[in-house]
């Protein structure tokens, strides 16, 4: 062995144990965001249940969501971060600070335009693209509360610049408590709203977190000299920093659009199931997220810096060897996770959620697509990092390409099995199409690269399914002789579950069981 190859080993070491180490801080913050979530759905749960009221609540937020996403999402971070980025480096802080008033203005303009249209329109749009099947009167609602929230989507227009901007100075906590205080605001509009305005006060709630999304931030600005000039520079000798900003938005806010636009698809396609339908597949989609975001989105976000790096040194073998790495841990904790969403997932939603007007039908409703979502979890988690490797290498088109099929695919899939499982069945194509997304993307990797160590990652794969299969035996055999107590069946059948995952895996050689908390220890 040369010297050069334990030189390259350590340094692969040392990165993936930064990544680690800051997925866990990252993971954190995530972790508060879903606990805060979790409490502002179960007071939504207990005062409204399953039903038409929350069905138009839901569907008000799609196309807010798809406006923001277009306009401020996050193609705006990954396009606006480099070039901020470029000011700092140059230590012109004015300048950085300059294009963030340029970007600020103009997302704010552009948000609230696009508002005042999609309000004018709103009930057009609610009857013809996202509720088709509600009855006039659930039309009516969610025209109403889709004007509120629609205010909200200018103020998180803003945010997501100021956000983005901390993070230029890689200061990433505020931004991270933001998403924490969000779900807060809706849970105090719920309380102190609900009982007298209805799902007109959860908006209003909504409005009230999106100002605790922003103003959380304001220490962080002042700290890092916040300057604001009202200035759009598309033109004049700071517009090409602003032109940079946008060309380099261009394929990834097509890529989102085509993803929010298959969640407003998917929102028509649910309406015309049922009262509770929309609901049921939004609360399954959350449930399901939570896991996602902790675990796959926190290693998506921490890995993309160091994939760049190593793309842009043109260093293909660390690229390859560190995507498989990161690939291996996000299975072994997103597979298990999986598994233990479908065999617990129904205790797990009547512990949080069965009171109030949250009845054991309404469990069942969302029950029955969170199991199929769970099957999609790691298809989903895997995705965070397929998609930015082509990001790093600065190929955006190809996911875009990818994403589209896609989105296409599991929407025609999933108009085809609701018939037979109903909301389950969109849940279901969503989770076919997502995993055969990311076997996509990797065979495009694989043939780029001349191979994407693919072997170790189906081995490392196949060892950690045996592991999550003993796992599921243990939970089922333990759950026949549990109480049916909600509390009981999730507490005993969770323990033991991660017990035998964990000693069945470091019997089948795991290694990613031991990579983590020895690379969270830094060794």
């Given at each position: 062995?040369?010297?050069?190859?334990?030189?390259?080993?350590?340094?692969?070491?040392?990165?993936?144990?930064?990544?680690?180490?800051?997925?866990?801080?990252?993971?954190?913050?995530?972790?508060?965001?879903?606990?805060?979530?979790?409490?502002?759905?179960?007071?939504?749960?207990?005062?409204?249940?399953?039903?038409?009221?929350?069905?138009?609540?839901?569907?008000?937020?799609?196309?807010?969501?798809?406006?923001?996403?277009?306009?401020?999402?996050?193609?705006?971070?990954?396009?606006?971060?480099?070039?901020?980025?470029?000011?700092?480096?140059?230590?012109?802080?004015?300048?950085?600070?300059?294009?963030?008033?340029?970007?600020?203005?103009?997302?704010?303009?552009?948000?609230?335009?696009?508002?005042?249209?999609?309000?004018?329109?709103?009930?057009?749009?609610?009857?013809?693209?996202?509720?088709?099947?509600?009855?006039?009167a659930e039309q009516a609602d969610t025209a109403t509360v889709m004007r509120i929230v629609l205010v909200s989507t200018v103020v998180f227009g803003v945010s997501a610049v100021q956000g983005s901007a901390l993070n230029g100075f890689k200061?990433?906590?505020?931004?991270?408590?933001?998403?924490?205080?969000?779900?807060?605001?809706?849970?105090?509009?719920?309380?102190?709203?609900?009982?007298?305005?209805?799902?007109?006060?959860?908006?209003?709630?909504?409005?009230?977190?999106?100002?605790?999304?922003?103003?959380?931030?304001?220490?962080?600005?002042?700290?890092?000299?916040?300057?604001?000039?009202?200035?759009?520079?598309?033109?004049?000798?700071?517009?090409?920093?602003?032109?940079?900003?946008?060309?380099?938005?261009?394929?990834?806010?097509?890529?989102?659009?085509?993803?929010?636009?298959?969640?407003?698809?998917?929102?028509?396609?649910?309406?015309?199931?049922?009262?509770?339908?929309?609901?049921?597949?939004?609360?399954?989609?959350?449930?399901?997220?939570?896991?996602?975001?902790?675990?796959?989105?926190?290693?998506?976000?921490?890995?993309?810096?160091?994939?760049?790096?190593?793309?842009?040194?043109?260093?293909?073998?660390?690229?390859?060897?560190?995507?498989?790495?990161?690939?291996?841990?996000?299975?072994?904790?997103?597979?298990?996770?999986?598994?233990?969403?479908?065999?617990?997932?129904?205790?797990?939603?009547?512990?949080?959620?069965?009171?109030?007007?949250?009845?054991?039908?309404?469990?069942?409703?969302?029950?029955?697509?969170?199991?199929?979502?769970?099957?999609?979890?790691?298809?989903?988690?895997?995705?965070?990092?397929?998609?930015?490797?082509?990001?790093?290498?600065?190929?955006?088109?190809?996911?875009?390409?990818?994403?589209?099929?896609?989105?296409?695919?599991?929407?025609?899939?999933?108009?085809?099995?609701?018939?037979?499982?109903?909301?389950?069945?969109?849940?279901?194509?969503?989770?076919?199409?997502?995993?055969?997304?990311?076997?996509?993307?990797?065979?495009?990797?694989?043939?780029?690269?001349?191979?994407?160590?693919?072997?170790?990652?189906?081995?490392?794969?196949?060892?950690?399914?045996?592991?999550?299969?003993?796992?599921?035996?243990?939970?089922?055999?333990?759950?026949?002789?549990?109480?049916?107590?909600?509390?009981?069946?999730?507490?005993?059948?969770?323990?033991?579950?991660?017990?035998?995952?964990?000693?069945?895996?470091?019997?089948?050689?795991?290694?990613?069981?031991?990579?983590?908390?020895?690379?969270?220890?830094?060794?």
């Amino acid at each position: 062995m040369t010297s050069a190859q334990p030189t390259a080993e350590a340094a692969h070491r040392r990165a993936l144990s930064h990544i680690v180490r800051n997925v866990g801080v990252v993971a954190v913050s995530f972790g508060l965001a879903a606990v805060a979530g979790l409490l502002r759905n179960i007071v939504i749960a207990a005062q409204f249940g399953i039903g038409a009221d929350l069905d138009a609540y839901y569907a008000a937020f799609k196309l807010p969501d798809l406006l923001f996403t277009i306009v401020a999402g996050g193609a705006l971070a990954t396009a606006f971060i480099p070039v901020f980025a470029d000011f700092l480096a140059a230590e012109d802080r004015a300048g950085a600070w300059r294009l963030a008033s340029a970007i600020t203005n103009i997302v704010f303009l552009v948000v609230t335009a696009l508002a005042v249209v999609a309000g004018l329109l709103a009930p057009w749009l609610v009857r013809t693209l996202i509720a088709p099947g509600f009855s006039p009167a659930e039309q009516a609602d969610t025209a109403t509360v889709m004007r509120i929230v629609l205010v909200s989507t200018v103020v998180f227009g803003v945010s997501a610049v100021q956000g983005s901007a901390l993070n230029g100075f890689k200061h990433f906590l505020l931004p991270a408590l933001g998403a924490a205080l969000y779900p807060l605001g809706i849970t105090l509009g719920a309380l102190l709203l609900g009982p007298r305005m209805g799902i007109a006060g959860l908006a209003v709630g909504a409005v009230l977190g999106s100002l605790f999304h922003l103003l959380v931030k304001v220490p962080g600005l002042v700290r890092y000299g916040f300057r604001w000039w009202p200035v759009l520079d598309l033109r004049g000798p700071h517009s090409q920093a602003v032109r940079r900003v946008f060309l380099l938005m261009g394929p990834r806010v097509v890529d989102l659009f085509v993803f929010q636009f298959s969640l407003v698809l998917t929102t028509n396609l649910a309406s015309r199931l049922g009262p509770g339908s929309v609901s049921a597949l939004e609360w399954g989609w959350d449930a399901m997220q939570l896991p996602e975001t902790i675990i796959g989105t926190a290693f998506g976000l921490v890995a993309f810096p160091t994939l760049a790096e190593l793309a842009a040194r043109g260093a293909v073998d660390r690229l390859r060897r560190t995507l498989a790495d990161t690939l291996g841990l996000v299975i072994a904790l997103t597979l298990p996770a999986a598994v233990g969403l479908i065999l617990l997932g129904r205790p797990l939603l009547a512990f949080l959620y069965q009171r109030g007007q949250f009845d054991a039908a309404a469990v069942e409703a969302v029950y029955a697509t969170l199991r199929f979502f769970a099957l999609g979890l790691v298809g989903h988690a895997c995705l965070e990092l397929a998609a930015r490797t082509f990001f790093a290498q600065k190929d955006t088109v190809t996911p875009l390409a990818v994403a589209a099929g896609s989105a296409a695919a599991g929407l025609l899939l999933g108009a085809a099995l609701m018939g037979a499982l109903g909301a389950g069945g969109l849940a279901l194509g969503n989770s076919v199409a997502t995993t055969a997304e990311v076997l996509v993307l990797m065979a495009i990797l694989r043939r780029r690269w001349g191979g994407v160590e693919g072997r170790r990652i189906l081995a490392a794969a196949g060892r950690v399914g045996l592991a999550s299969a003993a796992m599921a035996g243990a939970v089922v055999a333990t759950m026949a002789m549990v109480p049916e107590a909600p509390l009981a069946q999730l507490a005993v059948g969770g323990l033991v579950g991660a017990a035998v995952y964990v000693l069945a895996g470091l019997v089948l050689g795991v290694q990613e069981l031991r990579r983590l908390p020895a690379a969270l220890l830094g060794r």
